[in-house]
Nanobody, 121 residues
Framework: QVQLVESGGGLVQPGGSLRLSCAASGSIASINAMGWYRQGPGNQRELVATITSGGTSNYADSVKGRFTISRDNAKNTVYLQMNSLQPADTAVYYC???????????????WGQGTQVTVSS
């Protein structure tokens, strides 16, 4: 099994910052892309940012210049530094990894349980 444990969500005022972390553990042979998605009230889940195993990152237009994704391959952990937070960033944030388990040929996606981020004064 593969487990993803997220942390770092909470309540923050507009203009503030938060750092999300997601640690993957369990039976993992390799991790390809890692990323963050979010789902706001009444909205579909949307991509926030992804990062490849080589460190290439991709961002949603709405967060470019404010959010930074990074990863620590030795710790199987992905981070999301969120600055200049706005009320529109309020959502449940989900960690996602594309990983291959030992003895299996194909990688598959795994999801965290989600962490709430609320931006409000």
């Amino acid at each position: 099994q593969v487990q993803l444990v997220e942390s770092g969500g909470g309540l923050v005022q507009p203009g503030g910052s938060l750092r999300l972390s997601c640690a993957a553990s369990g039976s993992i042979a390799s991790i390809n892309a890692m990323g963050w998605y979010r789902q706001g009230p009444g909205n579909q889940r949307e991509l926030v940012a992804t990062i490849t195993s080589g460190g290439t990152s991709n961002y949603a237009d709405s967060v470019k210049g404010r959010f930074t994704i990074s990863r620590d391959n030795a710790k199987n952990t992905v981070y999301l530094q969120m600055n200049s937070l706005q009320p529109a960033d309020t959502a449940v944030y989900y960690c996602n990894i594309n990983a291959r388990r030992p003895l299996l040929l194909r990688a598959q996606d795994y999801w965290g349980q989600g962490t709430q981020v609320t931006v409000s004064s």
